[in-house]
Every structure is written in structure tokens, then in C-alpha cells.
């Protein structure tokens, strides 16, 4: 049961606009707590439709609604990947908000950190996709490996 409050609460939350097929974000704006929830946020991971997510972002997921993510602070409802298109010096700065919250990728790379393969930094997935590496364990987690090789030690024989 949710108990009404005796002051407003004023939050920010990502914005999402489902269109035909796929949500897209917005910008963050002003959502209005009048109830209990303590100013949560709302998203739809990758596998989420149309009717998936509450008030577009504002306050918490439906309950039962298995392909949306909420969480409890400020414009936290959102992913963001290091975006790279392996033009140009790499910049782990260069970042980008994702439609969904869900995984980042990048590209496998030698020991010498040279990519291989065509895919970039980016939103999404691997999927079956050959030479890419995915992640899902917090914003910005598809960086460039400081050093791609593992360590190892020659062995001499006499």
C-alpha cells in the first residue's frame, strides 16, 4: 500500500520513449514523488516492450515487470558504454547513454592491444558476433585492456 506524503519530492529521471520497436532515451528531467517509493527510477533492459516501464522512467517498475530495472538516486536509470570507433587516439571519456540498460562490447585485441575484427566500443551486446567481448557490470565497462596478453614466463631447458 502506498501512503500518501505530506511534501513533494522532486527527483530526475532518464526519460524513454518507446518508438515502433525500441525505446530510445531522452534527457533526464523533473519527476514528482508524492508516494513512498523515495524517488526511484525505472528503465527497460534489452529484452523489455513497449508496455514495460512505468511513467517513462519515473518512479518504480510495475510489479511483476520482469524486463525493467529500477533503482533508488538521482538519473540512475540509465546505461552508458565507452563509445569507439578505433579512429583517432582511444578516449575512455568518450561515452554515450544506451536505449536499454543492458550490456557494452568491445573488440577482442592481440597482446599488443591491435583490435581484432570490425566491432567498435559500443551499446549491445555480442551476441554471436566473433571477436567481441561484452559486459554488464556497471557503466563504462567495455574499456580497452591495458594489456590485452597475459602474463607468462619462458622456461629454459638445458
Not at 506524503?5 to 523533473?30: L, S
Not at 551476441?127 to 567495455?142: L, M, P, S, W
Request: with cysteine; charged share 25%; net charge negative.
Amino acid at each position: 500500500m502506498l501512503l500518501l506524503r505530506t511534501e513533494e519530492v522532486r527527483f530526475n529521471c532518464f526519460q524513454y520513449t518507446w518508438n515502433t520497436d525500441a525505446f530510445t532515451i531522452g534527457a533526464a528531467a523533473a519527476c514528482t514523488d508524492y508516494y513512498d517509493f523515495k524517488g526511484y527510477c525505472n528503465g527497460p533492459t534489452s529484452a523489455a516492450g513497449e508496455n514495460d516501464i512505468s511513467a517513462g522512467g519515473c518512479g518504480p517498475c510495475a510489479e511483476g515487470a520482469a524486463n525493467c530495472e529500477e533503482c533508488n538516486s538521482a538519473e540512475c536509470n540509465v546505461r552508458t558504454c565507452i563509445s569507439y570507433d578505433g579512429d583517432g587516439a582511444y578516449d575512455a571519456a568518450n561515452t554515450v547513454n544506451c536505449n536499454v540498460i543492458g550490456k557494452c562490447m568491445r573488440p577482442s585485441y592481440t597482446k599488443d592491444l591491435v583490435k581484432v575484427g570490425s566491432v567498435n566500443h559500443a551499446c549491445g551486446a555480442c551476441g554471436e558476433t566473433e571477436n567481441c567481448r561484452d559486459c554488464d557490470d556497471g557503466d563504462n565497462c567495455n574499456t580497452q585492456p591495458d594489456d590485452a596478453g597475459e602474463d607468462f614466463e619462458c622456461k629454459q631447458y638445458l
